[in-house]
Every structure is written in structure tokens, then in C-alpha cells.
């Protein structure tokens, strides 16, 4: 941001609070709360630990927002995910999310007269403009009303030839939508041959197969795409693209759809990337764009960083030695969403940030119980080390299992969860600490999709419909452990407190006054 010379880092001293204690930061990703049913899996889940944050001290557990305008969505339809969660847990503040920028941008015309869109229609006389991104109306990675204002527009400025690059979703949206959006796609190209523009769809394959790996967990992801995408290669090949989805859905879910490529008569790729063609990432979340950026030789993607003066900057200005853990799918979400969308550390003497890796090559229904228990130790042996004041981590099980739609292995995802947190509160009590524990978003507490009354819907075929999404309910926050001062204990004059809530309060149990224009603490100190 470059922002940083003129900031005064220095915090307030809180007026009652101590200094000096140990805080274990725990988000739960993936952990909402909702009616205790057969598909919350939550509740169905032996959860002993996150039972009694809730139970035994009723003061000092509450829920906030963590979807919507609470965290800088558009709308309040909007379910919250990790990257707004966490950028809001981190920052203090709410600012206007990556959707609403593009919609912004969009409505104005503002996004046609950047340099980037000048630096793109350089190739619109002789090459041909690639839209590669997920093709859904989830509104975490992309939005489909988005791409097709996109193509409009850019086809209105000049572009003669377009390919469009689709990942099919069924993650943020429910599994077999991706047949409706390749349709609706299908239609608007054929709408833009008809007005002269040569416009199709070129290669195809799904999100978590192909292309949408984070943090470089996968690069086999990656290259799968590639393939398909630059080189035009792919082991389905298809002259329709409704029909490969249609047809490779027989064997995998829309999120893992094997890579296809679109071809012509003579079995020839119709949209392989050539040299002097312009590509254009479609997606507003960078997280999972990062990796293929950078097999396309985007070298500075530190230059989109929009978010300053997060609470870990100023706590480690302020001496707060850091330590943040979690295993790859998530090492991001606690590191460089958590810090604004910034990579690396701010002091390397100050903080340490460890990767735990993630299993690959499963989907993590098949190993519910992820890394929860390795974090659980990194995390307990960081506290017990005494180096660290604050050590925060992700821990995945409820989102990542959620994803998968499979309610049995969800439910052991959150005991393994819970065991994790305890693990980590018991090394609390042992160094006198203090803990916050809360959520990201909710995931795991809903595994259905349901009408507006709360019933679990069915399709045609009397099939209950999963939902392999997030949800929009709040998430739990809970705080104590032998280092908080007594009397402190959650306001009651912020009902609508939201993630973004939880830096000032953190930052008041280290022992400072959080900056103004942070949203304000959700706790108070009472004199007994
Ligand atoms: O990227 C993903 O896995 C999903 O779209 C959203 O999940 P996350 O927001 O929890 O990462
Ligand atoms: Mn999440
Ligand atoms: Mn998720």
C-alpha cells in the first residue's frame, strides 16, 4: 500500500487490561450456528469442547455476523467465505469486497477505461481475448451476471474473437447447477455470433480438478489446466460444451469435472492461447487465480493489496510476537487473508508462520480429520514455548469436509475440530492465556438446501438436496482461560457485531485500545 511511513503505530494503552498474556486465536473454518437437525452436523457431532465455551459462561459467548453488508458483500443473500471472513477478522474494519468492486466497476464503465482493460484490447484487432474463471452465480470466486456484462462490453469495445475458459463450481452452488450456467453461457455467445463476433466457449473442467488450486497445494491442478486452456489438450474432447459437462458429470461431481477441450470438425481445439492473445482472469477472489497468474507470468500480484493497517500489523509494531498455523488448503486464510491480502510476515523476528501439508490427490471426505490434530500440537507447543503472544489458526475440518457434501464424514470433521480446540485451550490454562475461538462462516451446521420455512428440499427425483456451500448464519465467539481479567465479559450494546469486531477485541486482550476507525470491541471490563 505504501501507506505505511505516515501511520502512527503506536497503540493506546488499555485502561484496564493487562499486557503480556498469551492469546490462542482459533477460527473454526466452516462453523456456523443453526437449529440442532439431523443435517447440522455440528450438532449431530460429539463437540464436547465447543459445548461448554457455550454452556458454562454465557457472558462471554455470543454470535456475530459473518455474512452480508457484515462483511463487505453486496447483499445481504451473500454467504460469507474465507477470504471476506478473515480479511474482516484481520482488519478491524469492513471494506467493500472484491464482488462489489467488479460490480461497481462494471456499472460505471470505469472497468473499460483502466490500463488494464487498455493493455488487453491491444490484441482485440489480431488475437483473440480469453476469459478464464468459475462459471457460477456463487458470488465468492465469480459471478455470472459479471461475466456476461464482460463480454457485452468487451465485444461493444472491439474484441472479435473470444474464448472462454469455464471451471465448473457445484461448491459454492449445488452440485449439477453447472449444466444451467454452460447453457446460459452457451446462449449469450450464440447471441454474439450473430452480431459478427466469433465467441465460444474453449476448454472446460471443474474448479477443484482443474485450475482453482491455493497456495500451491496441487500444481498437477494447475497444469490440467493448462493443458486444455494454453495448449489445447485434454483427454475429453467435445464439439459442445453443454454436452461435455452433461456427459462428464456421469462420472464426477461438477467440482472435480475432468478438463475438456472444445474442438471443431477436424478434432482441432478451437481456443488454445497463443502468443499476442490477451487473457483475463474472470474471478475477483485471487486466492485460487494466484497460482495460474503466475504459470502466465503475473509476477505482482502484492499490487492489488487494498487492505492497510491491519490489527497484525499494528501488534507486531507494538511487540506482539506472533505465531499462525494451519495446514496448506487453509495456511493462507490465517497468513495472507488474514493480513489483508498481504504474502509474508511483517517483522520475521517478530512472527512465525508455519505450513502444515495438506494430504493431496483425495477429496477430504475420505480424511475427515485433516491436520486438525498436527495444528492442534503446532499450536500447543507455540503457547507452551512461551515465545509467542498470540498464536492463531485455522482449523479447516468444518469447511473443507462441509464442501464435500458428505454428511457422515462432516460429522466426524467437527469432532476432530473440537479436539483441536481443546487441545489448544489446555495449553492455555497451563501458561495462564487467554482464548478467542470463532468461525469464519457457517458450512458445516447445514448440510441442505431448504425452502423458505426451514424444510429440507428434494429434487424431482425425491433425492435430498445437499448443500455443499456455505450458509449465511452467524458464527459463534467465545472467549476466556485463567489470563482474562475478571469482570470482562461481552457487551450487550453491539447486537449486530460482526467478524470485523473481533481485531479491536483482541487487540483490547493483548492490553491495547484498538485504532478509531475500527469497528468497535465487542467486550467490556466490569469492576466487580
Ligand atoms: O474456494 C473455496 O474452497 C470455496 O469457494 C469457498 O471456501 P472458502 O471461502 O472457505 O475458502
Ligand atoms: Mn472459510
Ligand atoms: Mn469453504
Known amino acids: 500500500m505504501g501507506s505505511s511511513g505516515q501511520v502512527s503505530w503506536k497503540l493506546e494503552d488499555h485502561p484496564s487490561l493487562p499486557k503480556g498474556k498469551t492469546i490462542a486465536l482459533i477460527v473454526l473454518d466452516g462453523w456456523g450456528e443453526y437449529k440442532p437437525d439431523e443435517y447440522n452436523c455440528i450438532h449431530v457431532a460429539q463437540t464436547p469442547t465447543m459445548d461448554s465455551l457455550k454452556q458454562d ?4 459467548w455470543r454470535l456475530i455476523r459473518a455474512h452480508g453488508k457484515a462483511v463487505g458483500l453486496p447483499t445481504e443473500d451473500d454467504m460469507g467465505n474465507s477470504e471476506v ?23 460505471s464503465g470505469k472497468i473499460y477505461e483502466g490500463e488494464g482493460f487498455k493493455y488487453i484490447s491491444e490484441c482485440f484487432e489480431k488475437g483473440t481475448l480469453h476469459l478464464i474463471g468459475l462459471l457460477s452465480d456463487g458470488g465468492v470466486h465469480s459471478r455470472l451476471d459479471q461475466v456476461q456484462l464482460l463480454l457485452k462490453g468487451a465485444s ?33 455467445l ?11 466457449i474453449a476448454s472446460g473442467g471443474g474448479r477443484m480438478y482443474v485450475t482453482m488450486d491455493r497456495y500451491e497445494n496441487d500444481w498437477d491442478v494447475v497444469k490440467r489446466g493448462w493443458d486444455a486452456q494454453v495448449l489445447g489438450e485434454a483427454p475429453h474432447k467435445f464439439t459442445n460444451a453443454v454436452e461435455a459437462v452433461k456427459k462428464l458429470r456421469e462420472s464426477a461431481n461438477d467440482q472435480y469435472l475432468a478438463p475438456f477441450v472444445i474442438v471443431d470438425e477436424n478434432e482441432k481445439a478451437v481456443g488454445p492461447i497463443l502468443d499476442g492473445d490477451a487473457v483475463v482472469t474472470f474471478n475477483f477472489r485471487a486466492d485460487r487465480m494466484v497460482m495460474l497468474a503466475k504459470a502466465l507470468e503475473y509476477q505482482d500480484f502484492d499490487k492489488f493489496d487494498r487492505i492497510d493497517r491491519t490489527s497484525g ?17 487453509k495456511f493462507g486464510h490465517v497468513t495472507f487473508f488474514w493480513n489483508g491480502n498481504r504474502s509474508g510476515c511483517f517483522n520475521p523476528e517478530m512472527e512465525e508462520y508455519v505450513e502444515i501439508p495438506s494430504d493431496v490427490g483425495i477429496t477430504f471426505n475420505v480424511q475427515p480429520k485433516m491436520k486438525a490434530l498436527e495444528i492442534g500440537e503446532k499450536a500447543r507447543d507455540a503457547i507452551l514455548s512461551r515465545k509467542f503472544d498470540q498464536v492463531r489458526v485455522n482449523i479447516p475440518n468444518g469447511d473443507m469436509v462441509g464442501h464435500t457434501g458428505d454428511i457422515q464424514a462432516t460429522v466426524v470433521a467437527c469432532k476432530a475440530a473440537d479436539e483441536a480446540v481443546k487441545m489448544i485451550i489446555d495449553a492455555i490454562e497451563q501458561v495462564g492465556g487467554i482464548y478467542v475461538v470463532t468461525a469464519d462462516h457457517g458450512n458445516a451446521e447445514d448440510m441442505v438446501k431448504r425452502n423458505k ?10 433425492n435430498l438436496q445437499i448443500l455443499t456451500s456455505h450458509t449465511c448464519q452467524p458464527v459463534p465467539i467465545a472467549i476466556g482461560g485463567p489470563g482474562l481479567a475478571a469482570g470482562v465479559r461481552f457487551r450487550n450494546d453491539v447486537p449486530d457485531g460482526g467478524l470485523a469486531n473481533v481485531a479491536a477485541t483482541v487487540m483490547n486482550l493483548h492490553g491495547y485500545v484498538a485504532p478509531s476507525d475500527y469497528e468497535p470491541t465487542l467486550i467490556e471490563a466490569v469492576n466487580n
Open 85 to 107: 471472513g478473515h480479511n474482516a477478522l484481520g482488519a478491524g474494519r469492513i471494506f467493500a469486497q472484491g464482488a462489489k468492486l467488479v460490480d461497481l466497476a462494471l456499472a
Open 313 to 329: 500489523e499494528y501488534l507486531v509494531h507494538n511487540g506482539v510476537r506472533t505465531f499462525a498455523c494451519s495446514e496448506t488448503v
Open 156 to 188: 461493444e469495445r472491439g474484441a472479435k474473437r473470444i474464448r472462454v475458459h469455464i471451471l465448473t463450481d457445484g461448491r459454492d452452488v449445488l452440485d449439477g447447477s453447472s449444466v444451467g450456467f454452460v447453457e446460459t453461457l452457451e446462449n449469450d
Open 57 to 60: 459462561a454465557p457472558e462471554k
Open 453 to 462: 420455512s426451514g424444510q429440507p428440499l428434494h429434487d424431482k427425483n425425491g
Open 190 to 200: 450464440a447471441k454474439l455470433r450473430e452480431n459478427g463476433v466469433d465467441a465460444r
